[in-house]
């Protein structure tokens, strides 16, 4: 995997502004911050429903036989912007602690809605593995 960064650019806070990768693609449908067994809420908070969001595909991953260094992409659909900016610090922990320090391509999207009740976000991730 190479990080595509324009010289001229400031080096962008937390994500990379492009990669270059060859290998098997893993797209990961976007993971809600429910417990995938009982799809169920176990955190009406934006930052516990974030960590296990990212838990969710972290198990993703873990099942393709790939890991948080593999993910080259990533898309975050919110619905409270200001919940979002006001639990960054938060969340860039829990990113650290289940993803490391690997930055993929990112957009954070503000959303009306989403169609699980009571989710506060959704994120979808491609990850690609050696072939």
């Not at 790939?66 to 610090?89: C, N, S």
């Amino acid at each position: 995997m190479e990080i595509v960064q324009p010289p001229e650019w400031p080096r962008a806070k937390g994500y990379s502004n492009g990669i270059i990768a060859d290998g098997r693609i893993l797209f990961i449908a976007g993971q809600v911050g429910w417990n995938p067994i009982t799809s169920e809420f176990d955190h009406a908070d934006f930052v516990g429903q974030f960590r296990q969001a990212m838990l969710n595909i972290a198990a993703v991953l873990k099942a393709a036989n790939a890991g948080p260094e593999h993910v080259v992409r990533m898309t975050w659909f919110i619905t409270d912007k200001e919940a979002y900016l006001g639990a960054q610090r938060e969340i860039g922990e829990i990113y650290r602690e289940i993803m490391g320090r690997n930055y993929p391509v990112m957009s954070v999207i503000v959303v009306k809605g989403l169609i699980e009740h009571g989710g506060l976000l959704e994120i979808e991730a491609t990850a690609v593995l050696p072939r």
